[in-house]
């Protein structure tokens, strides 16, 4: 399908004005550097990360930014409800055991100033250690980040040692500090989207098809529905949402800059350092303007499918061919995913990977054979004892009713 496949509008990078005026802002406060050192502040970092490494120049680690040709980093959504919690059970926290909801994977030229963002599938089947396999989403649950970075790495071939984490409930209240977003719904999406809104509530406007200001609520509602098409349309929702609140930022005076920030930097949780960070922000200048390649992960025709123990259907990919696609498409310009096509070669390794598959899952959920039994002789039954009428009479009263003679 045209949705699985093609390649991602090239879209402004206008999130990273935000962080440009941050700079600014930092530089023309009475407290300069210190002000923009206490939004840093407000980040949840988490200690420990490995040291930097270009991978496009071999054995080469730097602590610094500033010392790369790319710096790739994983940008995660997670979800923090209890199992089987509704919308209205998103709270902003970050709590351990989330499941990465959403899985993208950006990379950044920081002399030629592009980016390309590759989006993950949820449904993707990665190797788990303890726990076989299963989606790629769950690995966050299992082993928090640091195993949703090395899942990445062995899934991709992509050298990958940063992340940024924001709970997905944190991107209703993100929404509402920019004041709403502008988003086109199809006649599906609105009839979905009205079944998530409570008819009772007087705050809260029923959507048509078309174009609707959504508030967070209604925003992240939107973003999240799964039933009503597939996966592939649900990471273009993501990017619909995305987009939208990049266009409305846009706009924005830099006091209410001031104050996004303020709302959105204690809602994320990231392994970058401070330094880092720093580093990424006096750059960010030179991505003002440029436009972000985007693709989603799997592609057409270059995965087949798995059943989890429990009978879940993931997306089972063909390792060789993933890496060789990533590294094209990060680091060439020779990879487009619009004109993509498996070779046969590839065809046959996914055909015969997911036979394989399918066999060795049938073997551990076979039903084992129930032993036959030997059939067991009748038992005649003893006749009831003769009462003292039937002895006296020398009759016996049969169960029809009938007096036959004793013999």
């Known amino acids: ?173 993100l929404i509402d500090a920019i004041g709403g977003v502008d988003i086109e719904l199809t006649e599906v999406e609105a009839a979905a989207l009205n079944g998530e809104i409570y008819t009772n509530s007087t705050t809260r406007q029923r959507v048509h098809p078309g174009l609707n200001h959504l508030d967070g609520h209604d925003a992240l509602a939107y973003a999240r529905q799964r039933f009503i098409d597939d996966d592939f349309h649900r990471v273009q929702r993501q990017r619909n949402v995305l987009q939208a609140a990049i266009d409305q930022t846009k706009d924005l005076s830099l006091l209410e800059i001031n104050d996004m920030l303020d709302i959105a930097l204690p809602l994320v949780e990231t392994n970058l350092s401070r330094q880092e960070i720093s580093d990424l922000v006096l750059r960010a200048p030179g991505f003002l303007g440029v436009q972000l390649e985007q693709m989603t992960l799997p592609l057409s025709g270059m995965y087949g499918s798995k059943l989890t123990p429990d009978g879940r259907s993931m997306m089972m990919l063909d390792p060789e061919e993933t890496s060789r696609i990533l590294h094209e498409f990060f680091y060439t310009d020779d990879f487009d995913p619009a004109t993509y096509e498996p070779s046969q070669e590839v065809t ?60």
């Open 1 to 173: 399908m045209e949705h699985e496949h093609q390649k991602g509008r090239l879209r402004r990078w206008w999130w990273l004005i935000p962080l440009g005026l941050a700079a600014v802002l930092a530089l023309a406060a009475g407290g300069g550097w210190l002000y923009f050192q206490s939004k840093l502040d407000r980040i949840q970092y988490v200690e420990g990360a490995q040291p930097l490494q270009d991978e496009t120049i071999s054995g080469t680690e730097s602590g610094r930014v500033s010392d790369l040709t790319y710096f790739n980093i994983l940008l995660l959504g997670t979800d923090e409800r209890a199992e089987g919690g509704t919308i209205e059970d998103f709270g902003a926290e970050l709590r351990s055991g989330a499941r990465a909801d959403a899985c993208m994977l950006l990379s950044l030229n920081l002399q030629e100033h592009t980016a390309k963002l590759v989006s993950l599938e949820r449904a993707i089947g990665v190797p788990i250690e303890g726990y076989g396999e299963d989606w790629l989403t769950h690995t966050f649950a299992y082993g928090g980040a640091q195993m949703t970075l090395e899942a990445v790495q062995q899934l991709t071939g992509i050298d990958v040692r940063r992340y940024a984490r924001v709970n997905v409930g944190a991107a209703a209240e």
């Open 348 to 407: 046959d390794r996914v055909w015969k990977a997911q036979q394989e598959a399918a066999y060795q899952w049938s073997l551990e959920h076979a039903q084992p054979e129930q032993p036959q039994q030997e059939p067991q002789p009748q038992q005649e039954e003893e006749p009831p004892a003769l009462t003292r009428e039937e002895l006296e009479s020398g009759y016996r009263r049969s169960q029809s009713g009938l007096m036959l003679p004793l013999t």
